[in-house]
Every structure is written in structure tokens, then in C-alpha cells.
């Protein structure tokens, strides 16, 4: 089985199966928001699920393209996965968008 050489803001499809509850389900492509060192080093990564459910008045989404479609960060569902639910990279952000991303995280999480 082939390693995958994850990167912060790369965009992966991962399988988030199973999930109790409200958690976002099924395969579905995952922004990746740990820094790059954890990510080489520990065997989980920090995600923020992708949906294709547009939201635009929730404040803890990002809306953006991916693969060509409109789409959503979810922020508010951000979790840890094992590096083996992540499939294969499909996209990346863009530097603004990685922006817009650390300011929201940082809007919702920090002080």
C-alpha cells in the first residue's frame, strides 16, 4: 500500500465511515489543516469535512470551489482521522483560500 504524502490545505477524499450521530458521513473530500509536521510524523491527521450542502448564511462555513463544483469547509465539524481513511488527494486551496480558512478557524477557536 502506497504512503500518502499529506499536506496542510491539500484536499483528499476520505472515508469518515462510521460516524455516530450528526457527524458528517460517508466518502466525502476532507481539507487537511494539521500542520505538515504532525502530518508526516503521527498516524492522524486534522480534517474539516467538504459538502456540497451550500449554507452561505452560517458563519461557520467556507465557501469554495472543489473539483469544479461549489462547495463548503465545514468548520464547525473539524476532527482527527486515521491517515488510513484518506483515499487520495483531488485538489488544494489556493493561498487565499487557506487564508480565509486559518481566520475563520481562528475566529471560531481562539480567543
Known sequence: ??????K???????DLNPSPGSEIKKSRPV???SQDEMNQYLGTVVICPITSKIHP???TRLQI???SKKAEISVDQIRAISKKRV????DKLSES??????KLITDMYGE
Do not use: G
Open 1 to 6: 500500500m502506497k504512503t500518502l504524502n499529506i
Open 57 to 59: 448564511q452560517w458563519r
Open 31 to 33: 481539507v487537511i489543516i
Open 97 to 102: 483560500q487557506a487564508a480565509q480558512l486559518r
Open 87 to 90: 483515499i487520495k488527494k483531488i
Open 8 to 14: 496542510r490545505y491539500e484536499i483528499y477524499v476520505a
Open 65 to 67: 470551489n472543489c473539483m
